[in-house]
């Protein structure tokens, strides 16, 4: 059976966030039912609902928003079932138009930081790794010449989901968020170009299947926790020594830090009979400076 990694990406628009974040969370196909299964009990046990059931899902901006921070610490600790009721009550207020209540505020702040820590946990349950590339937040588009060859971040990327599946001999495949069509056609030949068109890339096809899937992220919980997953690097995870040095959120790095480090790929890469440490989140400063000088 083959691996699946479940992309997902975080400040692309170039707003709020620190950095353009791309990776996700690499599952072997075994794993996955029980995985969704896990996350559909999960939602519940820290909800009382589904958010699909409100119009909502699982998204790293909602869930870790300052202000769940902030509610979720304003009262004692819930109980699963007070909270899940007054949670409940704070999801259906939404659509209403409705104030909830104090003791709503605080459940639903404390639903979505038990929700995030139930996700990490089971996705150590279950095996997972995580892997992704941060690039700078304004970085330009690419000069015409390059526009439509795959960027050296998404590069390395593919390269580190091989390195993943060459310890583990197995092929894997690539599933991702889906955006507009146009946008996503034109990932999918920058993707088949690289694994046609390149000596590495015909290499690396080997084991990553070329062709990606794409899918709803609201209908796909991996892709939910891949968006958890990428937006607790983008404001908990820093390599200073590489040039990763922006402020982060203390409470995020504080409480989701240690996860991050934990479910990290960290292995070895194999080319042209040299041996050397792959690390699996790593920072790109320059998107194009290499390939001008090849």
């Known amino acids: 059976m083959s691996y ?10 170039h707003k709020t966030m620190p950095y353009e974040v791309r990776g996700g969370v690499i599952l072997h196909a075994s794993k996955l039912w029980p995985f969704v299964q896990g ?22 901006h909602r869930l870790l928003d300052k202000n769940r921070f902030k509610w979720a ?21 939404g659509p209403q138009k409705h104030q909830p ?14 929700m995030v820590h139930g996700t990490f946990q089971l996705l150590r349950d279950q095996d997972a790794s995580i892997i ?30 091989f390195y993943f599946l060459q310890a583990q001999k197995e092929t894997g495949l690539i599933v991702l968020d889906q955006t507009e069509k146009s946008d996503d056609r034109r990932l999918v030949r920058r993707i088949e170009r690289y694994f ?19 899918v709803s992220s609201d209908m796909a919980y991996p892709v939910q926790a ?12 820093r390599m200073p020594h590489r040039g990763m040095d922006a402020p982060t959120r203390e409470e995020i790095a504080t409480e989701f830090g240690d996860w991050i480090d934990d479910l990290e790929f960290c292995g070895t890469g194999r080319w042209h009979g040299k041996t050397f440490n792959v690390d699996g989140i790593t ?9 001008r000088k090849t």
């Open 4 to 13: 699946i990694l479940f992309l997902d990406e975080s400040g692309h628009d």
């Open 39 to 60: 996350m559909r009990r999960l939602e519940m046990t820290s909800f009382g609902a589904t958010l699909a059931s409100v119009g909502s899902e699982l998204k790293g």
């Open 73 to 93: 610490r304003q009262g004692p600790t819930m109980d699963d079932a007070a909270r899940q009721k007054h949670a409940r009550a704070f999801l259906q207020k």
């Open 101 to 114: 209540t104090r003791d709503e505020f605080t459940a639903y702040g404390q639903a979505c930081l038990a």
């Open 132 to 161: 992704a590339i941060a690039i700078p937040r304004n970085s330009p588009k690419p000069p015409a010449d390059l526009s439509e060859i795959l960027r050296k971040d998404q590069v390395f990327l593919l390269e580190r989901y």
């Open 196 to 214: 046609e068109e390149t000596v590495t890339g015909r290499h690396r096809a080997a084991y990553v299947v070329p062709s990606p899937f794409f």
């Open 226 to 237: 891949a968006d958890i997953c990428i937006y607790c690097i983008n404001w908990g995870y």
């Open 283 to 291: 920072y790109v400063s320059d998107l194009y400076e290499s390939r």
